[in-house]
Nanobody
Framework: QVQLVESGGGLVQTGDSLRLSCVVSGLNVSSHLMAWFRQAPGKDREFVSGISWIGGSTAYDDSVKGRFTVSRDNAKNMVYLQMNNLNPEETAVYYC????????????????WGQGTQVTVSS
């Protein structure tokens, strides 16, 4: 049984940082495409960042490039998202997801999802 469990969300102020964690069981993060998505109220779930099983290459949405960093710890089977300089528009539920594809940025290309962790950025 595959499980992805996110943590690390919370209430922060504009400009603050947060580090999200995703502990994974039932699959190896080293052999899957792992990603972070977010969904704000009334909006579609959108791709934020991903890290591939092919050489550990990473991808980011343009809106977070230079501020967010995705990483993984194969030994702990965990994935992280370091988020710096947060702004109120990034208030959303953040989800960890896994895919068997090499590259994917669409929601329907991911096979497994966590329950999400709330990030709220106050102005």
């Amino acid at each position: 049984q595959v499980q992805l469990v996110e943590s690390g969300g919370g209430l922060v102020q504009t400009g603050d940082s947060l580090r999200l964690s995703c502990v994974v069981s039932g699959l190896n993060v080293s052999s899957h495409l792992m990603a972070w998505f977010r969904q704000a109220p009334g909006k579609d779930r959108e791709f934020v960042s991903g890290i591939s099983w092919i050489g550990g290459s990473t991808a980011y949405d343009d809106s977070v490039k230079g501020r967010f960093t995705v990483s993984r710890d194969n030994a702990k089977n965990m994935v992280y998202l370091q988020m710096n300089n947060l702004n109120p528009e990034e208030t959303a539920v953040y989800y960890c997801a896994a895919s068997t594809k090499a590259i994917a940025k669409k929601r329907n290309e991911y096979d497994f999802w966590g329950q999400g962790t709330q990030v709220t950025v106050s102005s």
